[in-house]
Every structure is written in structure tokens, then in C-alpha cells.
């Protein structure tokens, strides 16, 4: 294996690591926003529980 073709396979490595990276940051993304929803409709419904 030439140098060229070492440098090429370690540069296709980190790229693959790297979309793992986004893909698992886009996850946890996905996650936190749901999380946040479901804490704004638990703080709707218990306003609406309040107002009765």
C-alpha cells in the first residue's frame, strides 16, 4: 500500500467517524427536544389543573 493510499484510508476512517459523531449528536439532539416538549406540556396541563 502506497503512502497516497494510507493517507486516502485514514482520511475515509475519520470521515466515517465523524458522521458517527453527527449522527449521534443529531440523536441526542432529537432526544433533548422531546424531552423539552414533554416538560412544556407538563407545565401546560398543570396550569390548566390550577385554573380549575
Known amino acids: 500500500m502506497s503512502k497516497d493510499d494510507q493517507e486516502l484510508a485514514n482520511l475515509k476512517?475519520?470521515?466515517?467517524?465523524?458522521?458517527?459523531?453527527?449522527?449521534?449528536?443529531?440523536?441526542?439532539?432529537?432526544?433533548?427536544?422531546?424531552?423539552i416538549a414533554i416538560i412544556d406540556s407538563r407545565t401546560k396541563l398543570e396550569a390548566l389543573r390550577t385554573e380549575d
Not at 20 to 35: C, G, K, S, V, Y
Request: net charge positive; no cysteine; proline share 0%.
Open 13 to 35: 476512517a475519520k470521515m466515517e467517524r465523524n458522521e458517527l459523531r453527527a449522527r449521534d449528536a443529531e440523536a441526542r439532539l432529537r432526544i433533548i427536544q422531546a424531552e
